[in-house]
């Protein structure tokens, strides 16, 4: 399957929300609380969606990253249910790393929940190390979370090449980071 991944704006809220409600019906957020991170320049969403359907979100996701801050967490990500199991869960997880290494972050951490060993086996296989438990963490239902930290790895200069007056200029990768040994891309803003 393709997806596109946008950059997510208050006026997808409608969208998240049916995504949010169905597939954390007992620990969705209020729409009051998805639309204060849609609006917080310390945040970052981003929506998925096929190319012929556009206006058809699949799936979202959320960072919180401070540009400047070496932190960086992944707040919340939702895949709808016959979305699933086509990569559009891990490709929207790079697409967070990227941009919180764009924004200067040197780690990225997430909560997992404990009873969801998929999305753990994901962010596993992504790099992530579960560092803490913290018991009773998801509400109601009494679910621990796992928390998970990337350390994610710059990547090195693509190549260095030499101008007319001698002196060596290195090309950066622009913020691209090497996820699990592969490289991720950005996704387009618009």
Known sequence: MTWQLRRAFPADIDS???IETSVFDTDAWSKDTMMGELSSEMCWYVVAFRPETP???EAYAGLHAPHGSATADIQTIAVAPESRRGGLGRAIVRTL???AVKR???EVFLEVRADNPGAENLYRSLG???????KGYYQ???VDALVMRLTPARRKPAFT???NHSSHA???ARGEASVGGELSSEAEES
Request: glycine share 8%.
């Open 16 to 18: 998240i929300m049916h």
């Open 55 to 57: 206006d058809s979100i």
């Open 97 to 99: 790393i990227n941009e």
């Open 104 to 106: 200067g972050a040197t």
């Open 128 to 134: 992530f190390q579960q560092i803490a438990m913290r």
């Open 140 to 142: 109601p239902g009494n």
């Open 161 to 163: 090449a030499t101008d």
């Open 170 to 172: 290195q090309h950066e």
